[in-house]
């Protein structure tokens, strides 16, 4: 099945962050139901929108592994989030 992200990664983050999404709040919901300070996985990290709130938000008292299978957003991912963020492509086996 083709990916999508693939393509659309180009223009994903000035879609997203054109007004229509509120990421702060996003991480603050998230944040009320999390532990704050442990390890926290993300599958589908994309290009890290949300994780760099959580950071912002916590700081790094939170490890934060984000997984995708588009490499083009995690590229995104790794530029916006730098070192702290262990980023990893996940490859699918059929
Ligand atoms: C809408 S984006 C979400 C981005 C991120 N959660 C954020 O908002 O900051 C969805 C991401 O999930 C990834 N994804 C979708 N299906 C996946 C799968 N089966 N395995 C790994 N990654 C997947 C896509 O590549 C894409 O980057």
Redesign the pocket.
Known sequence: MA?S??AL?RH?DLI?TSGY?D?EA?AQALLAELDHHGDLL???????????RLLELVGSDLRIT?????KS??TQ?RARLGDPVQLMH?T?RR
């Open positions: 990916n992200y693939s990664s994903y997203m999404y990421y996003y993300e599958l589908g990290v994309g290009t890290g929108l949300v994780c760099e984000g997984i995708d299978h588009t957003m995690l991912a996940q699918s």
